[in-house]
């Protein structure tokens, strides 16, 4: 692509095969939480512009960029350019992304375009050529902050030695310039980032980071909602209220996607009236709405004339001639065969401007991809740092550092919580908590059965029949352990694989890792990133399961148990204490709850032999880890009648009930619209009052049946107990639901608010 120092070249060579292990296995970090797709393969060999290579190109970019505002401001203004003969007026005029209804929507600051993605290569002869813009949806930005970051810890001696110039006090630029362009009456305007929910996990983990990047909240259209002469968000618990005002929307959705009354009924259902608002000025969308015409391949054609018509300059960038087939200059890259030789390889880039305070700003970096035979891979861009220049520091972030700093420049904004972001805190929480049972579960189910199975004894073969069945009860997979025959060896493995693998089987432990990974995705812009990580080891090791090399089942579960408490930890150590994190508590606490519940139904529901007794409430005791503390409360032998009695009454145990339903209670208190909200009060008073009422020994106590058998299980008080506080603790998370996260209802089914 560019010259590249021999220097950097040496150690781009002394990569080789290990750098391609480091970077395939820093890929699985990149969208770890997404267990149906791949992880994107990397190559550790950047592609390297000198500075000579990125003014040419960077200086092009803006004026491309300047351009595209132009005529955009043109095109949904006045329209001067459909009068000119070099615009392709049928072409532009029949074109879908043109959308009158956004015709003179003002925008705030000295642009509309807010942001561009251009891909770009350069050819042979060594001249810049623009194959595409993105101008409606502009993407690229997470994926290149991660590409670095990438790349910096996996080949971390290249990074260090090499100049180049980085890429956050970029995004420092772009961040202040959004605020200031949307600050309003002396106060900090409040910008949300607009995504879908259906985008594909690429798509929404740029998307995630770019919000991160620029200190906003991800929302959908379910959170959006105009109606009261502005768009408010809708946040959790206020039916009522308003809500935050929102002045600036940063969509990352087409715009014929936005809003169903201007623009046509749409799949995402959109947000009425928002197009309304934009032209009053009341919000701010960016990209503007109708900025997919700016796409249009005609259009693309005729931007060299009409850039001498608007801007009197000549066209730095030329558009790629889609009937010319272009030979492209190649970048140093490993070997795609697997030799230890560096090749070169034709790439395309993909870079980003956005609007700076002075202007338009390129990215001092961006996303290379190959284009030949061979396995396409991604690679970061780096720019380079000239020799007779300082190292890009503070100041090339935007001006001095007691200017940047100055108390009265900076205007803080309260973050804001919306109605899915709650909803998926609050299942992150139980997702998580369901993951851990039920690996625990099958942990020591798989260690008890290894010793029973290997006994011929009455109590050994009911316990480990009631252990199994307890398995098909808690994670509800029926028919499960049920219909099988617990003595065969083979289908008991063949059924805990199941459960391992099967994503598709509501219950599995897979499923359920799956929709841990899927909210945790969806909270990328929330959540340490040191969670990332542990997914992709979660994520690996539920891939060795099913695999060729299977590890010993018990070894893969204890790595998912290990996993959860990282995650648990990690999350618990970086997340401030505000509603969101009430809202996980919450679920955290309702599922464990639920699922000690389930377990001791399960496995102490029935009064049986002594001995088949005692290793049942010794499994109950490992799956809980309360072993060490029943030995320390009562120093004896388990007893169902002492477990159960620790279990509901030791508030002191982290996996006891009463530990649950203390936490619970806490995070209940600290709600919003908790006092005034009998629905979320009586099923939790209920709950409370009819567990502090159970004795150990009246709930182990028999009833008696007509025709039983002796010696056969028979029923407990506690099965109907615990029945009846699990209907408690689902209307509770019912309530919770309907309260804090379910839309209003004044959303019709066609997505068209009633205003």
Not at 415 to 441: C, H, K, N, Q
Not at 498 to 518: E, H, I, K
Not at 578 to 584: C, N
Request: glycine share 8%.
């Amino acid at each position: 692509m560019t010259s590249t120092p021999q220097a950097l070249v040496d150690e781009l060579a002394a990569l080789g095969p290990r750098g391609r292990r480091r970077a395939a296995e820093a890929s699985e970090t990149m969208i770890a939480s997404d267990v149906s797709a791949a992880p994107p393969s990397l190559d550790p060999v950047p592609v390297v512009l000198d500075d000579a290579s990125w003014t040419e190109l960077s200086c092009g970019l803006v004026q491309r960029v300047r351009l595209l505002d132009a005529l955009y401001a043109d095109l949904y203004g006045p329209r001067t350019v459909l009068a000119s003969d070099v615009a392709p007026v049928g072409e532009l005029l029949g074109d879908p992304g043109y959308l009158r209804s956004a015709l003179g929507i003002p925008a705030r600051g000295a642009h509309h375009l807010f942001a561009l993605t251009s891909t770009v290569a350069r050819t042979a002869d060594g001249a810049w050529v623009v194959l595409e813009d993105t101008v409606d949806v502009p993407d690229g930005a997470g994926l290149a902050l991660e590409l670095r970051r990438v790349l910096s810890r996996c080949a971390p001696s290249l990074y260090r030695s090499t100049e180049l110039r980085r890429l956050h006090p970029f995004f420092d630029t772009v961040r202040t310039t959004l605020h200031d362009r949307i600050r309003a009456d002396g106060r900090a305007g409040r910008t949300v980032v607009l995504t879908r929910d259906d985008a594909d996990p690429m798509r929404a983990f740029d998307h995630s980071w770019l919000a991160n990047l620029l200190g906003a909240p991800v929302v959908s259209v379910a959170d959006l909602r105009t109606g009261t002469g502005a768009l408010t968000l809708r946040l959790p618990g206020q039916d009522s209220d308003h809500g935050d005002a929102v002045d600036a929307v940063l969509r990352l959705i087409p715009s014929p996607l936005l809003d169903p009354l201007d623009l046509g009924p749409t799949p995402l259902g959109g947000v009425t009236g928002l197009v309304e608002a934009a032209r009053c000025g009341d919000v701010e969308v960016l990209n503007p709405l109708g900025a997919g015409l700016l796409e249009s391949p005609a259009l693309r054609a005729a931007l060299p004339d009409l850039c001498r018509e608007l801007l009197h300059e000549d066209l730095q960038l030329r558009p790629a001639d889609p009937s010319e087939e272009l030979e492209l200059a190649g970048a140093l890259s490993l070997d795609p065969a697997g030799g230890d030789q560096l090749v070169e390889r034709p790439v395309t880039l993909r870079m980003l401007v956005m609007a700076g305070p002075d202007g338009y700003e390129v990215l001092p970096g961006g996303v290379a991809t190959t284009v030949d035979d061979g396995p396409a891979v991604l690679k970061d861009v780096w720019v380079t740092v000239p020799e007779t220049s300082a190292t890009p520091g503070r100041e090339e972030a935007g001006g001095r550092l007691d200017e940047a700093l100055a108390p009265s420049a900076v205007l803080a904004s309260y973050p804001a919580m919306t109605r899915s972001i709650g909803s998926d805190l609050f299942w992150f929480g139980r997702y998580l908590e369901r993951v851990d049972a039920t690996a625990r579960l099958l942990r020591t189910v798989l260690d008890t059965s290894n010793d029973l199975g290997s006994e011929r004894s009455p109590s050994a073969r009911t316990a480990q029949q009631v252990l199994l069945g307890a398995v098909t009860d808690i994670t509800a997979t029926a028919p499960g352990f049920h219909a099988l025959d617990v003595r065969d060896a083979e289908q008991i493995l063949t059924e805990i694989s199941g459960l391992l693998t099967d994503v598709g089987r509501p219950g599995s432990l897979a499923q359920s890792y799956a929709a841990l990974a899927q909210t945790t995705r969806t909270l990328r812009d929330l959540i340490s990133d040191d969670v990332w990580p542990v997914i992709a080891r979660m994520r690996g090791r539920f891939r060795t399961f099913d695999g060729a090399d299977q590890a010993p089942l018990e070894q893969g579960l204890t790595d998912i148990v290990d996993g959860c408490l990282t995650l648990s930890g990690a999350v618990a150590d970086s997340m401030p204490r505000t509603l969101g994190w009430d809202l996980m508590e919450a679920g955290r606490k309702i599922e464990r709850t639920l699922s000690l519940l389930a377990l001791l139904r399960a496995t102490l529901g029935h009064r049986r032999t002594r001995a088949t007794e005692a290793r049942i409430a010794g499994a109950v005791a490992q799956i809980t880890e309360s072993g060490a503390s029943y030995r320390r409360t009562y120093h004896a032998a388990v007893q169902a009648e002492l477990l159960l009695e620790l279990m509901l009454d030791d508030s002191t145990l982290p996996r006891s009930i009463a530990f649950q339903l203390d936490r619970l209670s806490g995070a209940l208190d600290r709600l919003p619209e908790v006092s005034p909200a009998p629905d979320l009060r009586a099923p939790l008073i209920a709950l409370r009052s009819r567990i502090t009422s159970w004795e150990p020994r009246e709930l182990l106590r028999r009833l008696e049946e007509p025709g039983e058998v002796a010696g056969s299980a028979a029923p407990t008080v506690l099965l109907a107990e615990i029945d009846a506080a699990t209907d408690s603790l689902r209307e509770l998370a019912t309530a919770l639901e309907n309260r804090f996260f379910h839309p209003s209802e004044s959303t019709s089914p066609w997505g068209v608010d009633d205003v």
